[in-house]
């Protein structure tokens, strides 16, 4: 079996495993080991509604989601699964991004003895407040970016198709322009617009309402980092830092380990980034 570890990349909501491929090539250039995850209905298994790509906004908002019937559980027993049979071969660093931390927190809780280090990058980490939704309904950690955003029409339909479907090819320029604000605001339009080759439309909305707590006898056992994005407008510094003092406040004795990057909250292409990365597989 091999000391050295496979990175296990986890992406964050409406996205992809395309998401990591910049980190994770910069990072076998350095000898790395790397894998990221399409959790269930993504990637490769994406379902693109119809209407989405006719663009048909009203039968867009009605057209039934297969991804409605997923849960935090189903993507939990996927990564579970990817983290079990690359275990078999050494050591593994868990690293997630904004919603993935769900996924992260919950695999933790299973198989703690399996994970070598958890990474979450500017991610959920639920711990005094069991679901993403409860974090996202605190007013003082919403910027005016994210407000805007949700006052948007490019939001179509919703919970009565129990996913939030995201029109990424909306014609309003309002889209374009609150999008990267939101999430690339260091980007030019150019750069953000290739960004939503990370993306597709539906999400389920049971993930954002799960109990992704975090159990001091289990997740809180494993050695975690947290990578804080001080660009970060969706998830802004605030938010980061409290998700990492309540748990350290949980496990004190096993406290996050934190790096700081200038980055909004998609990804660059940072060698900074990846020299963290890099490093915490040597710990």
């Known amino acids: 079996m091999s000391q050295q570890p496979t990175y296990v990349f986890v992406h964050g909501t409406h996205s992809n495993a395309h998401h990591w491929t910049w980190t994770m090539q910069e990072l076998a250039l350095r000898g790395r080991r790397t894998l990221a995850v399409d959790l269930p209905g993504h990637g490769v298994d994406a379902y693109i509604p119809e209407s989405y790509q006719r663009q048909d906004l009203a039968a867009m908002a009605t057209e039934p989601s297969p991804l409605a019937k997923l849960t935090a559980d189903d993507y939990a027993d996927h990564v579970e699964s990817v983290v079990t049979r690359a275990h078999a071969n050494g050591p593994v660093v868990l690293v997630g991004h904004s919603q993935g931390g769900v996924s992260l927190s919950l695999t933790a809780n299973r198989i703690p003895e399996r994970i070598q280090r958890l990474v979450y990058i500017s991610a959920f980490c639920c711990i005094d407040k069991p679901t993403m939704v409860d974090y996202m309904s605190i007013p003082e ?142 710990r």
Not at 246 to 268: Q, Y
């Open 141 to 282: 950690l919403l910027t005016e970016e994210a407000m805007q955003v949700m006052n948007l029409p490019f939001i179509v339909g919703g919970d009565q198709q129990g996913v939030s479907r995201m029109n990424w090819r909306s014609a309003d320029p309002r889209f374009e322009e609150a999008f990267r604000r939101l999430n690339a605001h260091t980007s030019s339009i150019e750069q953000s617009r290739a960004l939503h080759q990370m993306v597709q439309p539906d999400e389920p909305t049971a993930v954002t309402v799960a109990d992704a707590r975090g159990h001091a006898d289990t997740w809180g056992t494993v050695p975690r980092s947290y990578i804080r994005l001080t660009e970060d407008r969706f998830l802004p510094p605030v938010m980061q830092d409290r998700f990492i003092a309540e748990a350290d406040r949980l496990t004190p004795d096993n406290p996050f380990d934190v790096h700081s990057v200038a980055s909004p909250h998609f990804l660059p292409q940072s060698q900074e980034l990846v020299a963290i990365l890099d490093g915490l597989g040597e």
